[in-house]
């Protein structure tokens, strides 16, 4: 995509913008749709650089734009997201852009169909304009990969923004975007949204298609949207979840109104917070006292909820599918006809290729994929406790009845810049269970010379499967009356326009700031 001087001198202000606002922008005539894609654009060239959340931009967005121009200028625009800039994250398909799923081994792989979900944005007027890093291959949470290298936590840049859709937090933290993709195996819609001050949530398993994105596992794998206010999130929700192969045709912003707190009955999961008092936790535990007090003193009632079996790691260890599922579906998603280029065929194939990255963490997870399937006893086993760790939950919301739970999305501060794990967090009890969670800002950790507004922390909300109406209600309101977002600062550099130059739409990020920290080569050998 190519863009010119004066595309940046008639820009369009992207700080913060909504789909209200950029719509509203547009149906008054403030603004164009090309001036709205240049300027995001600018911004992405802006700030990219330091941040590294963009591997690729979609090289037929201006002439998208355009298109919607023509059609505004005729009367005949259409679609609840008009002209709205949407990043996906690089897992899912678009047939003008790689899917890479972060591999310097998936480059060439080109999707000859666009993922249902992207389908669905495209269809109700969304501009894809690019698409973010991500952890390699979406196994992990600290958004660094052979082909995208490390994304940087905007608020903090000794910190990672969380993960597996990191770069998709970042660009809307960013505003390179009004809101973004991702996907979520274990925390990884929830864990940058948490580590970025914004808004998301992971749907009720099966409620948004998953055909057209590189997977992990069928029985943990959902897609969601990742957005800075509740009234986008709902909005993009209601559009990704008209794809699905039950489609309702829900719409999840229609009842999103400013009403009372008072008589919920929520759960604080004890469990799963880290008491101890260190430095990376105390901030978290601040935040959820704020956050718990705040609630109660607009009258909910929060209970505690102390339940041994709400561990994390426990729950990690006894209900995650991934190393049974993984060969098998990732096979099926690397044969599929419509795709072309030159990239791995199986998943032996590519975990023995010379550019894959996989963090130490990891490997292990990688061997076992190579050995499990469906078919081992190990596996009925898990699907077992499962089934009994939905019993418990199912139980804990009736006696005494409660609307959701609460706690802490990550018990931790978002982990450094280096770190071998995204360790803390608290994502796998919606993971395995399928059922809905928004995640939602709570507050900052104090301000340092690193981090001069504070790290970001989040909350989840976790509610009965199909409650995702009832819990995007509760976050609405939670966000209009303890309002917690702050926008992230960037130094002068940042501010300045430049000229625009072309941005590569493939094998845009070097790395050289990953093979220093992390084992590169064969998984397999």
């Known amino acids: 995509m190519k863009t010119t001087t004066e595309d940046v001198h008639h820009g369009y202000d992207p700080r913060e913008a909504t789909i209200e606002s950029i719509q509203r922008d547009l149906f008054s005539g403030k603004a164009t749709c090309r001036q709205i894609v240049t300027s995001f654009v600018a911004r992405i060239q802006a700030l990219d650089s330091q941040v590294k959340a963009i591997v690729a931009l979609n090289p037929k967005a201006l002439d998208v734009a355009d298109t919607l121009d023509a059609a505004l200028a005729t009367g005949k625009h259409r679609g609840s997201l008009f002209g709205v800039p949407v990043i996906l994250k690089d897992n899912f398909d678009e047939v003008n852009m790689s899917t890479t799923g972060g591999s310097r081994a998936l480059a060439d792989l080109r999707p000859g169909e666009d993922a249902a979900t992207v389908k669905a944005l495209k269809d109700a007027g969304a501009i894809i304009l690019g698409k973010a890093n991500l952890h390699e291959m979406a196994l992990e949470g600290l958004t660094v990969s052979s082909f995208g290298g490390q994304t940087v936590n905007p608020y903090d840049h000794s910190r990672t923004p969380g993960g597996s859709s990191g770069g998709s937090g970042v660009a809307v933290a960013t505003s390179f975007c009004v809101f973004s993709t991702g996907t979520d195996t274990m925390n990884s819609l929830r864990s940058p949204a948490s580590a970025n001050g914004l808004f998301s949530i992971r749907p009720s398993w099966g409620l948004v298609s998953t055909v057209g994105l590189l997977p992990n596992a069928y029985t943990q794998d959902v897609a969601g949207p990742i957005a800075r206010c509740m009234s986008d999130l709902a909005a993009a929700l209601t559009v990704m979840a008209s794809a699905g192969p039950d489609a309702k045709g829900v719409d999840y912003g229609k009842d999103l109104t400013i009403g009372s707190l008072k008589g919920l009955r929520l759960g604080l999961v004890e469990t799963l917070m880290d008491r101890q008092g260190a430095d990376e936790t105390a901030p978290v535990n601040a935040a959820i006292s704020m956050i718990v007090a705040h609630l109660r003193q607009l009258g909910s009632e929060v209970i505690s909820v102390n339940e041994q079996v709400y561990d994390t790691l426990k729950i990690a260890t006894d209900c995650d599918t991934q190393q049974y599922e993984y060969r098998r579906e990732l096979n099926t998603y690397l044969k599929k006809p419509t795709h072309t280029g030159t990239f791995p065929s199986t998943f032996e194939e590519l975990y023995s290729h010379d550019d894959i990255i996989v963090i130490p963490t990891r490997r292990d997870l990688i061997r076992k994929a190579n050995t499990s399937s469906t078919g081992d006893a190990e596996y009925q086993v898990v699907k077992s406790n499962i089934k009994n760790l939905k019993h418990h939950l199912e139980a804990t919301f009736d006696n005494p009845r409660l609307d959701a739970l609460i706690y802490p999305e990550q018990s931790n501060l978002v ?28 507050g900052f950790s104090p301000s340092t010379e690193e981090a001069p507004l504070g790290v970001p922390i989040g ?43 072309e941005m590569p739409n493939v094998g845009s990020r070097s790395t050289s700031d990953v093979r220093g920290a992390y084992p590169v080569g064969s998984c397999l050998k």
């Open 415 to 442: 982990v450094k810049i280096g770190s071998p794990s995204q360790r803390g967090r608290n994502g796998i009890l919606a993971a395995v269970t399928g059922w809905p969670v928004v995640a939602l800002p709570i």
């Open 459 to 501: 909350m989840e909300l976790l509610g009965k499967p199909g409650s995702e109406q009832q819990l995007l209600q509760i976050a609405y309101q939670i966000e209009q009356q303890i309002p917690s977002r702050k926008q992230p600062r960037f130094g002068s550099e940042f501010v300045k326009s430049r000229q625009l130059a």
